[in-house]
T-cell receptor, first 109, second 114 residues
Framework: DAKTTQPPSMDCAEGRAANLPCNHSTISGNEYVYWYRQIHSQGPQYIIH???NNETNEMASLIITEDRKSSTLILPHATLRDTAVYYC??????????FGQGTTLQVKP | KAGVTQTPRYLIKTRGQQVTLSCSPI?????VSWYQQTPGQGLQFLFE???????NKGNFPGRFSGRQFSNSRSEMNVSTLELGDSALYLC?????????????FGPGTRLLVL
């Protein structure tokens, strides 16, 4: 079973920041949080991952709470091309990715 | 670096046939995982190969099998196809075999079983 909980859908206005939440209350101390997204009918695209510190790359920022039970993926200036399903994943100890239903982000003009 | 490539991209088969899908990982990646995506079940893990050995397996029937070659390229085979096997089959590669390494996905092979 997926170890994460995400809202099924969210809307965001183009040019605004998109903040996608994820709960992972059962995460253990050495487990990472990964974010992927899947644009319709394409393979999932890796976005970012983190352990306990906040992380930033050219695509997004990842904010992890101090207790590590939740995180937020931030797309700072959402564009129409960011419309996708976003998956928050805590890989199993064998590295297997268990995908939940994710959050469908709709970026609107 | 070139990304993960999968061939063919689209495939149509009939019930009872078998099919072989191919995946070429990113250069230097030694682990290849396979996933099935259907509208009803979402993305589900099939199996993972590392150094030509199956290291991890999901809950799929024995009709689903795979292998990995010495150059890390991988194939998966589905025998006696059923209508429910219609899906997007994705492979992902990671380097160099540690279980927590980031997996990078290919574009997928879309299989339609008639």
């Amino acid at each position: 079973d997926a170890k994460t909980t995400q809202p099924p859908s969210m809307d965001c206005a183009e040019g605004r920041a998109a903040n996608l939440p994820c709960n992972h209350s059962t995460i253990s101390g050495n487990e990472y949080v990964y974010w992927y997204r899947q644009i319709h009918s394409q393979g999932p695209q890796y976005i970012i991952h983190g352990l306990k510190n906040n992380e930033t790359n050219e695509m997004a920022s990842l904010i992890i709470t101090e207790d590590r039970k939740s995180s937020t993926l931030i797309l700072p200036h959402a564009t129409l091309r960011d419309t996708a399903v976003y998956y928050c994943i805590v890989p199993s100890n064998t590295g297997k990715l268990i995908f939940g239903q994710g959050t469908t982000l709709q970026v609107k003009p | 670096k070139a990304g993960v490539t999968q061939t063919p991209r689209y495939l149509i088969k009939t019930r009872g046939q078998q099919v072989t899908l191919s995946c070429s990982p990113i250069s230097g990646h030694r682990s290849v995982s396979w996933y099935q995506q259907t509208p009803g079940q979402g993305l589900q893990f099939l199996f993972e190969y590392f150094s030509e050995t199956q290291r991890n397996k999901g809950n799929f029937p024995g009709r689903f099998s795979g292998r990995q070659f010495s150059n890390s390229r991988s194939e998966m085979n589905v025998s006696t196809l059923e209508l429910g096997d219609s899906a997007l089959y994705l492979c992902a590669s990671s380097s160099p075999g540690r279980s927590q390494e980031t997996q990078y996905f290919g574009p997928g092979t879309r299989l339609l079983v008639l």
